[in-house]
């Protein structure tokens, strides 16, 4: 964890807004992008947030050295499904710095993963527990913790190329894409087109088990699908307006779409 940091303060260039427009597009690989969106602190508010609650902490996670950093994607590189969601949680991915992990969201998220076969143990606990995932990457349109969970327009499209760049990266491997939510769901249309994919107009609507297919053409060569999930959040599962089997069969369908076996290869 401190690897990033040392390079952050070594980068001052991070500051400008435009750090994520003029970096993205040019990595050519997903350690790469993963190296430099670590860097970034292009959006100010929550640049601010982020390093507040490090140093702040919550109780419980006292004697924790928070990440307190932009949080990159977590997952393998030949990953055929992708899963979005929304940003890192205060305590949870910007605690821990691996994406999802540490917080009841994770929990659910990960346990429904481990049941579809696409993670190696149901509970994502710290970066260095050990969990695999299998086939499958996940990531955010939004890389750094926003206040009350809510990042501004702007800043969602500030970090969309960090978005863009990965969906590009992971290239014709990708074969499908679930959003957690109706922001990720937005945020993911537009870095869609941005890696050259052609998407419905108007925009299609989001909805828990939404489906909308993405037709092969140029640089693509296989459709892409697209499905939709209710986020994992506390209230969404508190509330039972997502329940664990409907996670599960999303997530389900999609590793089906992307054609990969229990164990997560492609095939
Ligand atoms: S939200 Fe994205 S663009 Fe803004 S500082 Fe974090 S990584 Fe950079």
Do not use: I
Request: charged share 20%; aromatic share 6%; glycine share 10%.
């Amino acid at each position: 964890m401190e690897r990033a940091g040392e390079q952050g303060d070594a980068a001052p260039t991070a500051d400008e807004a435009t750090f994520a427009a003029r970096h993205a597009p040019g990595c050519t690989t997903l350690d790469e992008l993963d190296g430099l969106v670590t860097l970034c602190r292009a959006c100010p508010r929550l640049v601010a947030w982020r390093e507040e609650v490090a140093r702040v902490k919550r109780a419980a996670y006292q004697d924790w050295k928070y990440w307190g950093r932009p949080v990159a994607g977590f997952g393998p590189a030949d990953a055929a499904l992708a899963v979005v969601g929304l940003a890192p949680a205060a305590h949870g991915a910007n605690r821990t710095g691996r994406m999802f992990t540490g917080d009841a969201t994770g929990d659910f998220l990960f346990a429904a993963l481990h049941e579809v076969g696409l993670a190696s143990q149901p509970t994502s606990r710290h970066a260095g527990d050990g969990l695999v995932l299998h086939g499958v990457r996940l990531t955010a349109p939004v890389h750094c913790a926003p206040p009350d969970n809510r990042p501004t327009p702007g800043e969602r499209d500030r970090c969309r190329p960090w978005l863009s760049a990965e969906l590009d990266l992971l290239g014709p491997r990708l074969r499908a894409v679930v959003a957690l939510g109706g922001f990720g769901w937005q945020a993911l249309l537009p870095a869609l087109r941005d890696t050259g994919r052609r998407t419905p107009r108007p925009r299609p609507a989001f909805g828990h088990g939404a489906h909308v297919v993405l037709p092969a053409e140029g640089r693509h060569p296989h459709p892409l699908h697209l499905l939709g999930s209710y986020h994992p959040s506390r209230h969404n599962t508190y509330t039972g307006r997502l329940t664990s089997a409907m996670l599960v069969d999303v997530l389900r369908r999609a590793a089906e779409l992307a054609e990969l076996h229990p164990d997560g290869h492609s095939g």
